[in-house]
Each structure stands twice: as structure tokens, then as C-alpha cells.
């Protein structure tokens, strides 16, 4: 039987990066739960990623994850190709005057940094956002008072069809926790501006974030991070809070007792222990406050009963 897998290499036998048949993303995620990658693809490059997107049959799923620290990966896995950016191709960062330019494997509490080496301003919040660049790209990621909207200038990814293509600040679309570039573009660069600082001010701040986040949040335990989007007006927290959800379990998930909008394996969870006692949460803070939570974690892949080889 020809596998997903031995299909591609027989089309593409020039691929230079790294294609794996069930590869286990449960290590590749901050939960560390989930099923497999029917097919799991490192490229090399942003021309080799391009050379597997256009041999690939338009009906075989393609799926992007990054560092894993905002995603669920449900138990049955990921069917079709899942890619993940590495490497000195996507994972560097140059700075040329105000300008910061970021592969999208950077995370971005690396790109933070750089900023406040090179003085310039303006991208401390990153300092408290654990993901990557690719992913506030596409979730308008912010923190402590800052958005990625704030300080982007133009990207650019490829699409389903191998096509390089780019995106100014109006094409993006950016809204909260959500950009409008279409879904089947995969990010590979970004460029970012900043304002000249004081590199001490600057460090101060991220200080500051730090122990903000440490002070409030359980970022050593097994999370994903903030699990639900800031309603209109309020706060997921006190929602959540509310609805008596703060200590809730289910498996070996829980909602975590520090942040109650922090959902944590304590120890042999499942995915679905975590995504079911998520949607627990939300029906508990519907019935008691009428609003309908939105997940601010990414959840993708199928249920383990749903999968069929």
C-alpha cells in the first residue's frame, strides 16, 4: 500500500528538509498530548517548502504548528502533511535601523530581545508571549499593553499552490486575536518597526513582564496559555471564576488554581481530557453568565475514535 508519505518522496525527490510518515507531535507541543503527523515536514528552506506545496495533491490537509505552547493536538493526530518551520532559514532576526526582520520559527520573546539590544522600542510585549513569530502573526498575538498590529510592517509566506506571496499592513487584516491573510498561507518572514529607546528602559520593561507572568501565571506547568479570548468588555478569568470553574478536572487535566483561564496537564492527560474540560468551562460560563466563550487555543487533528488507517 503507498503511503502518504512514499507518494511525496516519488514527486518531489529533490525535497531537501526533513520528511518524517508518524512522527509524534505530543513532544513537539507545551501540553504534551496528541496524536501523530501522518507526515511531518521540516523544509529546508522557503523554496523548498514551496517545491512540496505545489506537487501536493490539493486534497491532502495541510497543517502549520510552531512551538506548540497555544495548540491542542487531539489524540487521533494530524492526517495529511504537518509542517513545522526550524532552522537557520526561519529562525533568524536582522535589525537595520528601526527595522526588525524575524523569520516566523523566531519566538518571540527572542525577537524581544533583539529589539532591546539593538535600543529600539516598542516590541517589549513580546517578552510575555510564549510562541513564535508565525503565530502572532496570526492571532495579533499581544501582551501587557501591546499588539502585533502595533508594530508590523509586511510579511510574507506561500500559499497552497507553491506561490510566494505578501502582505502589507492593510492586507493583513488584523482584529483582536485574528489577522484576515487567507488560511492557506504559510508565513515564513516578517518585518517589524520599532522606535529608538533606551536599551536599560527597555530591559527594565521586559523585567517587568517577566515578573508579571511569573507572578501570575502557572508558565511551569504542562499549559498552552491563555485558553479563552477576553470577551467585549471583560475578562475570561472572572467568567471563568465565576462559573466555580477555578480547581475543575477532568482526567489529568485541570483548570489551573494560580490563572483559572489556564487550563494544565497534571500528569497523563489526554487530549481530550483537556479540550472536553475546556468545553466544560464554556458551558458552565454560559449557563451562569450567558456569554459564549471563544477558544483562544488552537485546537486541530482529529478524535482518536475518528481516525482510520
Known amino acids: 500500500m503507498t503511503t502518504l508519505h512514499d507518494t511525496i518522496r516519488a514527486a518531489a525527490p529533490g ?66 502533511v504537518t509542517v513545522r ?10 535589525i537595520d535601523g528601526e527595522t526588525i526582520s524575524a523569520g516566523t520559527a523566531v519566538p518571540d520573546m527572542r525577537l524581544a530581545k533583539a529589539a532591546a539590544e539593538a535600543s529600539l522600542d516598542g516590541l517589549a510585549f513580546y517578552r510575555g508571549i510564549p510562541g513564535s513569530v508565525g503565530g502572532a502573526l496570526r492571532m495579533n498575538a499581544g501582551a501587557h499593553g501591546g499588539e502585533t498590529t502595533d508594530v508590523f510592517v509586511e510579511a510574507r509566506g506561500v500559499d497552497r499552490q507553491g506561490n510566494l506571496r505578501r502582505f ?27 522606535r529608538p529607546g533606551e536599551r536599560e528602559a527597555i530591559e527594565a520593561e521586559m523585567e517587568r513582564v517577566t515578573a508579571a ?27 471563568v471564576d465565576a462559573a466555580g470553574c477555578r480547581g475543575l478536572t477532568r482526567g489529568g487535566a485541570q483548570v489551573s488554581e494560580m490563572h483559572c483561564n489556564f487550563l494544565i496537564n497534571r500528569g497523563g492527560a489526554t487530549a481530550a481530557d483537556i479540550e ?3 468545553e466544560e468551562v464554556r458551558r458552565r460560563v454560559r449557563e451562569t453568565s450567558g456569554v459564549e466563550l471563544r477558544w483562544e487555543i488552537k485546537r486541530i487533528g482529529v478524535e482518536a475514535q475518528s481516525v482510520s488507517r
Not at 216 to 223: C, D, L, V
Request: proline share 6%; net charge negative; aromatic share 8%.
Open 85 to 94: 518551520l526550524g532552522g537557520k532559514a526561519f529562525a533568524t532576526v536582522t
Open 213 to 239: 507572568r511569573e507572578a501570575a501565571q502557572p508558565i511551569r506547568e504542562r499549559t498552552g496559555g491563555s485558553t479563552f479570548a477576553n470577551p467585549e468588555g471583560g475578562k475570561a478569568w472572572q467568567l
Open 276 to 278: 472536553g474540560l475546556g
Open 15 to 80: 525535497l531537501r528538509g526533513r520528511l518524517v510518515a508518524g512522527a509524534s507531535l505530543a513532544d513537539l507541543t507545551w501540553f504534551r498530548v496528541g496524536g501523530p503527523a501522518e507526515v511531518l515536514f521540516t523544509p529546508a528552506d522557503e523554496e523548498d517548502l514551496a517545491a512540496l506545496l505545489a506537487i501536493l495533491d490539493p486534497a491532502v490537509p495541510v497543517t502549520v504548528i510552531g512551538l506548540g505552547s497555544n495548540l491542542i493536538v487531539r489524540d487521533g493526530g494530524i492526517p495529511g
Open 168 to 194: 502589507d499592513h492593510a492586507r493583513m487584516g488584523f482584529s483582536y486575536r485574528h489577522c484576515a491573510a487567507p488560511e492557506d498561507v504559510i508565513f515564513t518572514q516578517a518585518l517589524f518597526r520599532g
